[in-house]
């Protein structure tokens, strides 16, 4: 079965015109020749082929491949690319008018991909050019190990290889060698190369229908780059098996594609074949390069990791090993022009990456483990019990907030709330400094981050970090924390989940439990309350304030979308959690500790 692909296009005949239109347009240093429809050339904006004084680098095929070739047009690399129709080789004319524009008294070199149409166009076109006193040579790059041996008159077929040999042959030319040695040297490096592609997808031509001929859950060993058949299909397998498979294909010694025997030096090219995000790519690069190492035993000098020679929207990669030495990556790692030569991956590389030690906070006063007290102090009696009822609350009130999540939410407050009241319990009687206040709501925070996924998490934890930062300026031992100094912490990391949550007041949030709960805490402590009663105080305001999120519109989180209707007969989830732990935590302190 096929269906119409999609494309972001306008006449299917006008895509290689419109994408070089697009492409000079992005690049200030490209240009093209004034020969459309017939003749799609990308040049050098600098070079003019009657006074150009070194060697030029010519290259090209049929379109669909971007960006491959247009795209590695640049001083550095190539002189101009000429672009054939999709999937089909350029004219003869097209060729020759490429020739003729950057062509100068050195001579110019033809990088040809190993197809026949390419050859046959190329090679008259370089015959013409000849008749015409034009200095030019030709390599062919056949770099396809898909295909056992023997291939008939046909080859192998060029590949995502060519691209480094463009930019052996770009650097060596822009070194100011000889059009022989320029050839020499990109001769030399197509015989080192060896690439294999592999396909989850076929490409689907502009203006046609998109087939369906690989299937669910399989992929196609070997395809080519126009979509031709590969030399197998199999069934989907983990990336770890495929790219084992890829390279020993591309390094058998029974077929002999490539001269790289056990400690040789390579590079390694990840090619995306134009539909395969960059994380799978580099998912691939990183299980590529320890196999090569391992397995191969090779030394991997550089990797290039993205989409170099693509086939239109083809779900799909190709690996491309080149045998290395100093001359090549010398090449490989002199600086182009070219807007889609990879940047950052030159220079030597070190054989396995180590990753960076993890730094240690600066928060705490030393690398000593935090632990439980052994006696706890009344300050740490007081905090043990708040933070034991403020999570048993929570605990308690799962399933509710589970429901009222259910109708204005994603259904899993409760079931949140929970992992993160029931770790803080766990941690509370192992590691808790109970006796030092700050430290504790900093474990807190930490806790909570590592059971407490979305949004409440991470404010939870903005919260305790900015209490803990407050708690520690406004009294640094924090042996001893005066109640206004507690209120203070509060309002602090309120502070803080407004600023980076993007809610306050009225938003439908917890901060409508929190905020009334902070603001009249200040206000009886100031009044000279009894600071347990001014505590139950200010979590009257945080139950009043979570009960009257029932005629807030939602401005904040997932119940934004949903309609005032039912928002209009639930209380916000959050608020209520909020108000909850700390209701309790209030009742718990004043009953225990106001007599004392």
């Known amino acids: 079965m096929a269906f119409q692909g999609k494309k972001l296009i306008n006449d299917p005949n006008d895509v290689v015109t419109e994408f070089i239109e697009g492409l000079v347009e992005t690049y200030p240093g490209l240009q093209y020749l004034d020969g459309f429809p017939e003749v799609k050339v990308v040049l050098r904006a600098d070079v003019l082929g009657s006074t150009y004084n070194k060697v030029a680098v010519i290259s090209g095929g049929g379109s669909g491949h971007e960006p491959a070739h247009a795209g590695y047009v640049g001083d550095g690399m190539l002189t101009a690319a000429i672009c054939g129709d999709v999937f089909a080789s350029p004219q003869v004319d097209s060729i020759l008018a490429g020739i003729r524009a950057v062509t100068g008294p050195m001579g110019c070199l033809l990088i040809v991909k190993n197809y026949t149409g390419d050859r046959l166009n190329f090679g008259l076109a370089a015959e013409q050019a000849k008749s015409e006193g034009y200095n030019v040579e030709s390599v062919i790059v ?12 046909a080859g192998r077929r060029g590949l995502a290889g060519t691209v480094l040999v463009h930019k052996v042959a770009g650097a060596a030319a822009a070194s100011g060698l000889s059009l022989a040695e320029v050839a020499a040297e ?4 197509s015989e080192m190369v060896g690439t294999m592609g592999v396909a989850l997808s076929v490409c689907t031509l502009p203006g046609q229908a998109t087939s369906d001929r690989l299937g669910p859950g399989k992929m196609e060993l070997g395809l080519g780059i126009h979509g031709e058949p590969g030399a197998a299909v199999a069934d989907l397998q983990p990336v770890d098996v495929v790219v084992s498979h890829v390279l020993k294909q591309i390094l058998s010694q029974d077929n002999n594609y490539v001269p790289i025997t056990r400690g040789c030096r390579v590079v390694l090219m990840i090619n995306g074949l134009g539909c395969t995000p960059a994380m799978e790519l580099m998912i691939i690069a990183g299980k590529a390069v320890p196999n090569l190492q391992l397995e191969h035993g090779l030394a991997v000098e550089r990797v290039y990791t993205g989409s170099f020679m693509t086939s239109l929207d083809m779900a799909g990669f190709s690996i491309s090993i080149m045998k290395a030495d100093d001359s090549i990556l010398q090449r490989l790692d002199a600086a182009t022009a070219a807007p889609s030569w990879p940047v950052g991956v030159s220079g030597p590389r070190p054989p396995a990456k180590i990753p960076v030690p993890m730094p240690p906070s600066l928060l705490r006063r030393s690398a000593e483990p935090i632990n439980r007290p052994l006696q706890l102090s009344q300050q740490g009696r007081i905090l043990e019990i708040a933070i034991e009822a403020g999570a048993n609350a929570v605990i308690g009130l799962r399933d509710e907030l589970n429901e009222w999540d259910s109708k204005v939410g994603d259904g899993d ?4 709330m929970y992992k993160g009241a029931t770790i803080i319990l766990e941690d509370m009687k192992k590691c808790y400094p109970l006796n030092d206040a700050a430290e504790t709501i900093n474990e807190i925070g930490s806790s909570i981050s590592r059971v407490m996924g979305g949004t409440s998490g991470i404010l939870y934890n903005i919260l305790c970090k900015a209490a803990y930062a407050a708690l520690k300026e406004n009294n640094p031992q924090s042996y001893v924390v005066t109640p206004k100094q507690w209120a203070e912490a509060l309002r602090a990391g309120i ?21 009334p709960a902070s603001t009249l805490l200040h206000e009886r402590l100031n009044a000279g309350d009894d600071p347990c009663s001014a505590f139950l105080l200010s979590s009257e305001a945080a139950t009043a304030g979570a009960e009257s999120t029932k005629q807030m519109k939602a401005q904040a989180g997932r119940s934004s979308y949903v309609s005032a209707e039912i928002l209009a007969s639930i209380p916000d989830p959050g608020a209520m959690a909020a108000a909850s732990w700390y209701k309790a935590a209030a009742l718990a302190v004043k009953e225990n500790f106001q007599s004392q």
């Open 186 to 189: 990109a001769k030399r490096a």
């Open 413 to 416: 407050c409760g079931t949140t």
């Open 142 to 153: 056949g770099d396809d190990c898909a295909l056992p041996p023997p291939r008939g008159i």
């Open 495 to 515: 502070d803080a989940v407004s600023r980076y949550g993007g809610a306050n007041a009225g938003c439908r949030t917890m901060l409508d439990a929190l905020i």
